[in-house]
């Protein structure tokens, strides 16, 4: 038994997907050399640093890129090739753990339906063979608010995740239950009755980011910031909405800019040109290394509507930036000091201009998020718990 591997399970492996990805790269590449383990795919996009020793990929039924885009108003459609995917996927891993289950102990999985995947596969599997392995979700967003908004995700409707998904399949079937804020813990277990679960932070590479940080930018005025996926969940046209407040009530000099790709962004556009902002917010790409236009950000502003524990505000704490944000089930308010109701624009307008404005305050914010981040994400002391959960 001892001699088994840990499999890691991730719908990709890439560096622009977001944090889900980024945080596991930093974890498995921090891993003690002890713990073997292989990396599995959902979606054959690898482009992160790994120390796996294999990797694999399962591949998956592929949709006309129309049923995507208007998954909406084909809704009934849209649920039963959701169904189907996802039946298709557990068979494919059963598949693969007939061909490979014997080198595990162990599986953990990120994102909560490809857990409904591993988990089902895996008690299927367990049960003909007479295996034990355990499967370890972790949950990385608060469920009562991703699965509210009825964006079918994973082309699945939010009733699936919250009646049965977290109810029977991840309470009856985990061996137990990550997560990466405290809130979660609770609100798993009052809402799902899920009892065994263990709260491990992120890690962060706090020296990595501390130097990219000091490379040189190429903008020379001042300006708010955003890093994040532009989809309906990060929100940024509440951000928008504020700063078009911020320049027509308070006359603040900074310009607005937002990091990332997705969806949303011609809709983002289209709002720009029609507050008449359009040589006020800059879009750029993705990018490797955000870091080096945080630290020079006035302020760093998030309006996600629901997180799990959101990577750049630790990140942008860390080197110093003062934080506004909105207060979001999970993760904010372990290190922002006053973070904004949701939807309250007058609110967040005004915190933004309180931070640029009261120098004071911003050193108080600053003091407070950079103590909280000392204090929660010691790098040795999460590598411990991770040990401890994967022996």
């Keep these: 038994m001892n001699n088994k591997k840990v499999l890691f399970a991730i719908h990709t492996y890439d560096r622009f997907a977001g944090g889900i990805d980024n945080a596991f790269s930093r974890l498995e590449n921090n891993l003690p050399d002890y713990i073997k383990h292989d990396i599995l795919v959902f979606k054959n996009i690898v482009n992160l640093p790994h120390k796996a020793e294999k990797i694999y990929f399962l591949s998956t ?62 008690y299927l599997y367990n049960k003909k063979y007479k295996k034990n392995i355990k499967v370890i979700p972790s949950v990385r967003n608060s469920p009562r608010n991703i699965y509210s908004y009825g964006n079918l995700i994973h082309l699945l409707p939010d009733f699936f995740y919250l009646k049965i998904a977290f109810p029977i399949i991840i309470k009856k079937l985990s ?39 000091n490379e040189d930018i ?67 790409e993705p990018l490797s ?44 308010s372990e290190i922002v000091k006053n973070p904004v109701e949701k ?11 309180r931070i640029l404005t009261d120098k004071n305050y911003r050193e108080e914010c600053i003091f407070y998020t950079s103590n909280r981040i000392e204090n929660i994400f010691n790098k040795e002391r999460i590598i411990k718990k991770w040990e401890e959960l994967l022996k």
Aim: charged fraction near 25%; proline fraction near 2%.
């Design 61 to 122: 039924v592929k949709l006309p890129s129309f049923i995507l885009r208007h998954k909406k108003r084909l809704k009934f459609l849209v649920v039963f090739i959701g169904f189907y995917i996802l039946l298709y996927r557990i068979i494919k891993f059963y598949n693969f753990l007939k061909k490979n289950g014997e080198n595990y102990k162990k599986i953990v999985v990120f994102d909560d339906y490809f857990s409904v995947i591993v988990l089902m596969s895996t």
């Design 175 to 213: 061996y137990l239950v990550h997560g990466v804020a405290e809130g979660l813990k609770t609100e798993l277990k009052e809402k799902f009755n899920i009892n065994n679960v263990v709260i491990i932070h992120n890690l962060y590479d706090f020296s990595k980011i501390e130097e990219l940080a």
């Design 218 to 284: 190429e903008f020379k005025f001042d300006y708010l910031l955003n890093v994040g996926h532009i989809n309906f969940a990060k929100n940024q046209k509440d951000l928008i909405k504020a700063f078009f407040v911020l320049k027509k009530e308070y006359k603040i000099k900074e310009k607005l800019l937002i990091i990332g790709k997705g969806p949303l962004k011609e809709e983002l556009i289209s709002l720009v040109n029609s507050l008449n902002l359009k040589n006020e917010v800059i879009f750029l």
């Design 289 to 332: 290394n955000p870091y080096k236009y945080m630290k020079r950000a006035n302020v760093f502003v998030l309006t996600s509507l629901y997180e799990g524990f959101p990577n750049v505000l630790v990140e942008a704490g860390y080197l110093k930036t003062p934080i506004v944000s909105y207060k979001i089930e999970h993760g904010v």
């Design 343 to 353: 939807g309250d624009i007058k609110s967040l307008s005004f915190e933004i201009y």
